[in-house]
């Protein structure tokens, strides 16, 4: 069920504030536009751990390579084993994105539900457990996506050939985006042809950062 903007959790959106000087100045190492990603994960990211419950992010030193690689470079392709945190990294990078970047979507696409609402639960979670003066007010709140105040959103969907469609994609976020494909036609050709989401977005985007 999608939570209510009315959820004393969430922050509504052209909220006024009142900040002092520390607050200031962590709001501003956030906003930075070479490093805001580390510091918002390491001060203000909260998990969700399986034994102790509720902690603090703290990067082992392979997910701060993996944040500066998502940062830094605009396709990245992961292939990492299961449960090394990945998908959490991920999770804290998107959100920190779509809060300190105006006016960008984010697409998440996942070959199955399950895959695009894991991940969706976990930025949930991370923007929901930040303090007010860090994240951003919320215009729509829901199970499958999330928009702010400052014109960013992040879209959750499944694999299928209208993935994306109608949408100018800022970030896209592939779970075995090598392996799942889909059949696209070329509107001038009429050709159909088989992409992975991949090689689909790197066509479509212009300058959309993808994560595979």
Not at 76 to 95: D, E, H, S, V, W
Request: proline fraction near 3%; charged fraction near 20%.
């Amino acid at each position: 069920m999608s939570k209510s903007l009315d959820n004393v959790i969430i922050k509504k959106a052209n909220q006024k504030e009142t900040y002092t000087e520390a607050q200031i100045q962590d709001l501003m190492k956030c906003m930075d536009p070479e490093t805001g990603y580390l510091h918002f994960a390491r001060h203000f990211a909260y998990i969700q751990h399986p034994v102790k419950g509720k902690l603090l992010f703290e990067p082992f030193e392979y997910q701060e390579r993996l944040l500066k690689s998502y940062h830094d470079y605009r396709f990245n392709i992961n292939m990492l084993p299961r449960q090394t945190g990945k998908t959490t990294t991920a999770a804290i990078y998107l959100c920190w994105y779509a809060m300190f970047h105006p006016d960008q979507t984010i697409l998440i696409a996942a070959h199955k539900y399950t895959g695009a609402q894991e991940i969706m639960q976990r930025i949930r979670y991370v923007y929901e457990m930040c303090p007010d003066f860090i994240r951003a007010g919320a215009t729509s709140y829901n199970k499958g996506s999330v928009e702010f105040e400052n014109g960013s959103r992040i879209v959750s969907q499944t694999t299928t050939g209208n993935t994306g469609r109608g949408m100018s994609i800022s970030l896209l976020y592939c779970l075995d985006g090598d392996t799942t494909k889909v059949k696209v036609r070329n509107k001038n050709t009429l050709v159909e042809e088989e992409l992975t989401l991949a090689e689909l977005y790197s066509n479509l985007t212009g300058a959309a950062k993808i994560i595979v």
